[in-house]
């Protein structure tokens, strides 16, 4: 596996170092959440945004990779597969979103958003099928008060994030498709939040409702 995040990691580096030299010296260097460009600046300016998504890349693979370590609840270590897989799939998107930028770069005509945004529902779904797998730890999951305290409330928890997450994500994926900038802006934000607000909510629900079984 980590000869395949080495290779995903390294393509967006192959295709800057190959697109590079045939970018005009003013670039998009910024673009809004409805995929314009809002800012233009030299290529060597561009060259930041880039670099910056391998090293992000790489620092959350290894995190990841060698969580079971630094971990203070000892529970990675029981699904280090799981953590495996998730930081290989991170990777993956990161290196889309990166080629992505890359590319839009060169070809001003590219509607960037009707790629990134629905690659983001791919990963929201990605990340739903796997919360089920993920065990109590400090560093990834729905990590509220409450699911930090029971792994009953953990395990409840994540069951019902990863339906939430995984139906979303599909649905972003679909919906960022077909709807125009603007609109799909509303939409992906709307959802995102809700999407991140329902697990929380659930696990002080759960939470509440246990503690007040166990005082009966």
């Known amino acids: 596996m980590d000869g395949t995040a080495l290779v995903v990691w390294l393509l967006p580096a192959v295709f800057l170092w190959i697109i590079f030299p045939t970018l005009p010296q003013t670039v998009p260097v910024h673009y809004g959440l409805n995929g314009t460009v809002d800012r233009y600046g030299s290529r060597d300016e561009f060259l930041i945004g880039p670099l910056i998504l391998i090293g992000v890349s790489a620092l959350v693979y290894l995190l990841l990779k060698f969580l079971p370590a630094i971990d203070p609840k000892k529970q990675i270590k029981y699904g280090e597969g799981t953590f495996q897989r998730l930081a290989l ?6 290196a889309i979103l990166n080629i992505a930028i890359i590319y839009a770069t060169v070809h001003r005509g590219f509607q960037i958003d009707k790629l990134i945004f629905p690659v983001i529902g791919l990963l ?34 994540h069951r019902l994030a990863g339906k ?19 609109a799909g802006a509303i939409f992906f934000t709307s959802a995102v939040i809700v999407m991140a607000f329902i697990p929380v909510i659930y696990s002080f629900v759960y939470f509440k409702k246990h503690q007040v079984n166990q005082n009966l």
């Open 89 to 94: 799939g991170l990777v993956v998107f990161l």
């Open 124 to 157: 929201f779904a990605f990340l739903g099928n796997m919360m089920n797998s993920i065990k109590p730890n400090y560093f990834a999951g729905i990590r509220t008060p409450w699911t930090l305290e029971s792994e009953d409330n953990w395990r409840a928890t």
């Open 164 to 182: 939430i997450w995984f139906t979303g994500g599909i649905i972003i994926t679909i919906v960022m498709l077909f709807l125009p900038a603007q």
